[in-house]
């Protein structure tokens, strides 16, 4: 997509042409079909993903930059309404010499989901900035993933990845879970608090247990409680 903008001074217009590369990926919890994916910095724009045989979960057509974001939707691997929000971080953008923009292409997954939480939390807590590469090795080795797992361009629906299907599908049940329970707000400051846990003990070099241990996710659920309790009230 080409944008022309304008700049007016005195008598003067000069005219600049602006570039946005075009965002594409596909959405995976099982394959989703018919969900809304849109960015963040443009959150009224989206397109839905395809449903075409060999191609579930496919999205394309979105052109700026921010988060992907992804709601709603049939997972084709279970038939059920997908709930919840998956998202991935905003796609490094690659100028070539001739001053062409691209990104690749992504996956948007509830191990994404993680890493752009810790990206943003680092972002909106005034903290020292993490990058998307640092949030993506400390997650995967907070999930028990190597550290190089390419968990941000993985389909590992495809690829037969059971290590990262099974931390996937810990990740999806909470955001169903809670999403149900509590709502969508509710979620995505109970999956913040995960993915941060999640990211420190991979930044150690150590496993998370929070997604697998019942006391660790309830200590989550009552410190959101307890620092967010403006999410609860009516």
């Not at 490094?92 to 996956?107: F, I, K, R, S």
């Not at 810990?170 to 879970?177: E, M, N, T, W």
């Amino acid at each position: 997509l080409i944008l022309p903008l304008s700049a007016c001074g005195g008598s003067k217009t000069t005219e600049e042409v602006v570039s946005l590369p075009e965002v594409s990926g596909r959405a995976i919890d099982g394959y989703l079909v018919g969900s809304t994916v849109s960015l963040s910095s443009d959150p009224d724009t989206f397109v839905e993903t395809i449903s075409t045989s060999g191609q579930q979960g496919q999205f394309s057509g979105l052109f700026g930059s921010g988060s992907i974001i992804v709601t709603g939707g049939v997972d084709i691997a279970t038939g059920k309404s997908f709930t919840g929000e998956l998202r991935a971080p905003a796609p490094e953008v690659v100028t070539d010499e001739a001053g062409n923009q691209t990104v690749a292409e992504l996956v948007v997954t509830p191990l994404t989901t993680l890493v752009e939480a810790v990206v943003s939390a680092a972002a909106d807590s005034g903290a020292a900035p993490v990058s998307v590469e640092e949030a993506s090795a400390q997650v995967a080795k907070g999930l028990g993933l190597t550290a190089t797992a390419d968990i941000l361009k993985t389909d590992f629906v495809a690829e037969g990845s059971a290590g990262m299907a099974k931390a996937a599908a810990q990740v999806a049940s909470v955001i169903a879970v809670v999403t149900a329970s509590a709502g969508e707000e509710v979620s995505a400051a109970v999956l913040t608090n995960i993915a941060t846990k999640v990211a420190k003990a991979g930044e150690v070099g150590g496993k998370a247990k929070v997604l697998t241990d019942s006391t660790e996710l309830t200590s989550v659920f009552t410190e959101v409680i307890e620092t967010q309790a403006e999410l609860f009230e009516d």
